[in-house]
């Protein structure tokens, strides 16, 4: 079967460094996504990662690990408008994203 | 500004009556997607098109349908539509249907079946 999952809640401090895990099983596997989604907004895109290791872009990196089957998404010097939900999804051998419930990041001053 | 236009923003239905979810894109993706968002859930996909003139089912298709008659548009329809569709409705587009490029999403309809 195929299953993702990801903690439903974090909390961080503004301009600290928060690291969102994702772990997900899969026969078939075309890569994994991060996507940032605002209360009551659409979700929008972050990263993609297919080959293991460190995908950096600005303040966000994340990392695949294909043989654990498992995802981070790095948040650094964290603003108060990060505070969002984060979603991970993963393609699978159909080519469709199969996405976790989310992780709903919160910043404190 | 390019990107997916969706309409209504938010609708109150009855139970029983038909509604037409739009979704329209200018990027000139091949591939669109139809997803229902519920609280606690992630994303689930009803309905897919990899390109015009195609159409397939997602995890939830039952109890909705949907067309591709051109690049742009992708329509999803409720036939009759029943509490359990209360739900967060997001369209997406994606260049290709390879499963290697972001969907970008609208911002989606927000329905209340009563």
């Known amino acids: 079967g195929q299953n993702i999952d990801q903690p439903t809640e974090m909390t961080a401090t503004e301009g600290a460094i928060v690291q969102i895990n994702c772990t997900y099983q899969t026969s078939g596997f075309n890569g994994l996504f991060w996507y940032q989604q605002h209360a009551g907004e659409a979700p929008t895109f972050l990263s993609y990662n297919v080959l293991d290791g460190l995908e950096e872009k600005g303040r966000f990196s994340s990392f695949l690990s294909r043989s654990k089957g498992y995802s981070y998404l790095l948040l650094k010097e964290l603003p108060m408008k990060d505070s969002a939900s984060y979603l991970c999804a993963f393609s699978d051998s159909n080519y469709q994203l199969i996405w976790g419930a989310g992780t709903k990041l919160i910043i404190k001053p | 500004i390019a990107g997916i236009t969706q309409a209504p923003t938010s609708q109150i239905l009855a139970a029983g009556r038909r509604m037409t979810l739009r979704c329209t894109q200018d990027?000139?993706?091949?591939?669109m997607y139809w997803y229902r968002q519920d609280l606690g859930l992630g994303l689930r996909l009803i309905h897919y098109?990899?390109?015009?003139?195609?159409?397939g089912k997602g995890e939830v298709p039952d109890g909705y349908s949907v067309s591709r008659a051109n690049t742009d548009d992708f329509p999803l329809t409720l036939a009759s539509a029943v509490p359990s569709q209360t739900s967060v409705y997001f369209c997406?587009?994606?260049?290709?249907?390879?499963?290697?490029?972001?969907?970008?999403f609208g911002d989606g309809t927000r329905l209340s079946i009563l």
């Open positions: 997406a587009s994606s260049d290709s249907a390879e499963g290697n490029q972001p969907q970008h």
């Open positions: 990027m000139r993706h091949n591939a």
């Open positions: 098109s990899n390109t015009a003139g195609t159409t």
